[in-house]
């Protein structure tokens, strides 16, 4: 890991007061020297920066973007307090002004009629309660040198009605923003609320057993060989083995299986699954950190900062539109009458009034708040739509790529097949000593290939014989075992070492032994094709996406494998960099995915525009270089994550649709004076509502 990775450094940043606001406060942060990357994820309430000269923390972060935004609070990962959502000063005036003005309303109408001078003032203090927060935050802003923003849309346009004597409109439109605004905030925190319990897979609390009793303690305390309690309706804290009763998990969040798994006594559980109905007691097999469910956590929380293509579109946008808006609404108010008065027979005062109006109305419309909000928002659920199907994806913009990727490539080994080989034949004088020797060798080694052999091979293990492990990628393992070289791989791996020996016709996958620069033998391992690949291939060729197939195994049975799949291209004896160079190239032709077993495969994942790995998450290398993982063994979740991919960018193109669409249609009718205020109102928060809303039916919708 280089130093520069060191310096990536997530916040949370918490309370936000628009949309908009995030953009401000990132564009300051970005003008401090030495930080690079800055992104805020509005939506995850998360701040990410690359600290080069790692200068920076919580604190001096928060008052950077106090400059911009005085509310916003910023924090480190761990220590966010859970949210509370009362009532603000900021309500309970707002509540005080509209029961003051109903009130005065009511008497003048049926008690006693008040004179003119007395209805305005009434209306201005009323006005201020209402829109108190409105303005002081815009005179701030604006103290600031930051016009623009949708409080001092909302002030300019209030004070302006109010200039024109439409005190009630003035203060209805004050009114109405307020009760959207309070209406969009509920609305965005409880989408976010759910959809962060969605993925919320951590433990908060063990029971651990010392000396008979049970102590309540932090998951991350837990070692190895202690012994817990989970109690039915708790999250399994630590990955472990039950020594103790038996119950029903549902492992869903974990692997994405949803079916209840029985488990019993000697049985292994992953941390994060849900225990259902019984008590079951647990030893302790690895600790909070190597567990499965900190390795999940750890993936979704990396710093993903991203932004998808979309959302980059939409905010880049965003910060033309409002000040041409505003540019517009300025022409429309002064130039506009001055133009009809050349020709028609009117006079200035009398045209500016109705001009001064429409332009206002024009000002009320032009927050592009729904935009800024319901894109990321939709992004965030499909994201959490995914991990609920069982893929993790790490940020928007990889969510987006799955359905625009072109070529999918895919590794055979563990990923289209098994990995799950069988010893079929062993060819050597002695057939336990070379089992034996095999097996030393690849007593360190994860690949699909070492896991089985060991499982042939019925001694024990020397490890102390063992030294200078070396696992040469894409070919096999290099070992001293008893102070003498050991060789364990394919034909290329006895030919770099130059050993003589006679190539096996064998159509199966064979695995070469030499021993002190002689050859011993050879062993043929089988593998079966799993039962979810062919459907995978079966669905993106019918969606017209390429598929290939590479691997560094022999060609013979590349090509008999991917023949059974209906693949047509095959790189076979790809050694792990020979396959990146193989994504390279095709990445030229357009967007490519790989998708591997992460053993082996941490530079092809990385070179490709989507790199996923499937059940990949013992593999830390693999988890880190991959843009999402699936969490169980089957490809056929891809089907899943590109369905939910198209859902999301199709919601995420209807709110743009509507946003904007309606925004440009009632702008044209204010422009000619056919909209009104209520009009106007509606397009900026109620929209905006409807837009929230519908980003959230990507959690419900059934792909
Ligand atoms: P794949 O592309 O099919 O996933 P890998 O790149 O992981 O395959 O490995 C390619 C080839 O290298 C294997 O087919 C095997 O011949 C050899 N090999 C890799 N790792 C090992 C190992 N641990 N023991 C023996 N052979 C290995
Ligand atoms: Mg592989």
Known sequence: M??????????????????????????????????????????????????????????????????????????????????????????????????????????????????????????????????????????RNISKGQVFDEHFLMMIATIGAFFIGEYIEGIAVMLFYQIGEYFQDRAVNKSRNHIKSLMDLKPSVAHKFIDDEIKDVSPETLKP??????????????????????????????????????????????????????????VVEKTYQDSTVYKIIEFVEQNANKKAKTEQFITRFAKYYTPIVVGIAVLLAFLVPYIITLIRDTTYSIEFPIYLKRALIFLVISCPCALVLSVPLSYYAGIGKASKQGILVKSGSDLEQFSKIEHFVFDKTGTLTKGDFIVTKVFAEDKDYILKLASHAESNSNHPIALSILRAYKGSIESKDINGYEEVFGKGIKVMYQNKTLLVGNDKLLESENIEFKKSEDMHTVIYVAYDHSYIGYIVLEDEIKMSSKNTIDFLLKQNKK???????????????????????????????????????????????????????????????????????????????????????????????????????KVVIQNIILAAGTKFLVLGLGAFGLANMWLAIFADVGISLIAVIHAMSILKQRN
């Open 547 to 649: 598929v290939s197939m590479v691997t560094g195994d022999k060609t013979s049975i590349a090509q008999d494998i991917a023949h059974r799949l209906g693949i047509k291209d095959v790189y076979a004896e790809q050694l792990p960099d020979d396959k990146r160079q193989v994504i390279e190239k095709l990445k030229t032709k357009g967007l490519t995915a790989f998708i591997g077993d992460g053993v082996n495969d941490a530079p092809v994942l990385m070179t490709s525009n989507l790199g996923i790995s499937m059940g990949a998450l013992g593999s830390d290398l693999a988890v880190e270089a991959s843009d999402a993982v699936i969490m169980n063994d089957e490809s056929d979740l891809l089907i899943d994550a590109i369905e939910t991919s198209s859902l999301t960018r």
């Open 225 to 282: 060989q202690d012994i817990i309690l989970v109690k039915p309706g708790e999250k399994i804290p630590v990955d472990g083995k039950i020594i103790e009763g038996q119950t029903t998990l549902d492992q869903s969040s974990v692997t994405g299986e949803s079916t209840p798994i029985e488990k019993t006594k000697g049985h292994e559980v992953l941390s994060g699954s849900l225990n259902i109905n019984g008590s079951i007691k647990i």
């Open 2 to 139: 280089s130093t520069n990775e060191l310096m990536k450094k997530t916040f949370e940043i918490r309370d936000i007061d628009c949309a908009n606001c995030a953009l401000k406060i990132e564009n300051e942060i970005k003008k401090v020297k030495g930080l690079k990357n800055v992104s805020i994820d509005f939506a995850k309430q998360k701040l990410y920066i690359d600290d080069i000269d790692n200068q920076m923390d919580a604190s001096s972060l928060e008052k950077i973007a106090k400059k911009v935004e005085s509310s916003v609070s910023i924090y480190d990962k761990e220590q966010v307090i859970s949210e509370k959502h009362s009532w603000t000063l900021n309500h309970y005036s707002v509540l005080t002004g509209f029961v003051l003005l109903v009130l005065y309303l009511v008497i003048d109408q049926f008690i006693y009629s008040f004179k003119e001078n007395v209805d305005l003032i009434m209306f201005i203090i009323s006005y201020l309660f209402i829109g108190g927060k409105v303005i002081l935050k815009a005179l």
